[in-house]
């Protein structure tokens, strides 16, 4: 069966000092994951973590800063792929030398339906 997007849910993250892509990243999944509830997998009989497909893109500065990896092992449930793309903010106190990051989250639902 093909795999049709369900949801589409965003979410912005940040991490104000410190410059941690990943935390930031982390956040903004979390707020995209705050903004659903995925009632429909129980009324489809859909068991969330076999047949629910979870594909999340992360936005920011410097994408090769963040840990794919805790991404993808953040998310409660499903079949996980995550990416990174160049995307984001990142506003730089250059008197202070800190760098705030600031993380887009895209986390795309399928589930394979006639």
């Known amino acids: 069966m093909p795999r049709k997007r369900v949801i589409l849910e965003l979410g912005t993250g940040n991490d104000l000092h410190g410059g941690d892509y990943t935390k930031a990243a982390l956040r903004a999944v979390q707020d995209a994951l705050h903004h659903s509830s995925l009632a429909m997998l129980r009324s489809l009989g859909v068991d969330p973590k076999t047949g629910m497909f979870v594909e999340v893109t992360i936005g920011v500065q410097q994408p090769e800063k963040v840990d794919i990896e805790a991404v993808r092992k953040s998310l409660p449930y499903?079949?996980?792929?995550?990416?990174?793309?160049?995307?984001g903010l990142d506003v730089i106190d250059r008197e202070r030398g800190d760098n705030a990051v600031i993380a887009n989250a895209a986390v795309a639902v399928r589930l394979e339906l006639p």
């Open 78 to 87: 499903g079949v996980v792929t995550a990416k990174a793309v160049k995307g």
